[in-house]
C-alpha cells in the first residue's frame, strides 16, 4: 500500500514539475533492499530516501 501510494505521489509531481525532489521516508524500514524495487533502476532522478538510523533499537556497540 505505501509503494502505491510513493509511485502515484511522485507521478503527480513529476506531471507538475518534473525537477522537484521527491522525498520520502523509509518508514523505519531501513534495509535498502526492501526499496532498491519502488521505483526502476533508470527512473530515479530527483528521488530522495529520508532515512532516521536510531541507535537506541540496535544492539550494544561498545567500540564506536
Known amino acids: 500500500m505505501l509503494f ?3 509511485r502515484r505521489s511522485r507521478e ?3 506531471d507538475i ?3 522537484v525532489l521527491f522525498v520520502f521516508h523509509e518508514s523505519f524500514r531501513a534495509d ?3 526499496w532498491n524495487e519502488l ?3 533508470d527512473d530515479m532522478k530527483n528521488v530522495v530516501l ?3 538510523p536510531y ?3 540496535e544492539k550494544r ?3 564506536i
Do not use: E, Q, R
Request: no cysteine.
Open 61 to 63: 556497540n561498545d567500540d
Open 12 to 14: 503527480i509531481i513529476k
Open 50 to 52: 529520508d532515512t532516521h
Open 4 to 6: 502505491d501510494y510513493y
Open 55 to 57: 541507535m537506541a533499537w
Open 32 to 34: 535498502s533492499k526492501i
Open 39 to 41: 521505483f526502476a533502476d
Open 17 to 19: 514539475n518534473p525537477d
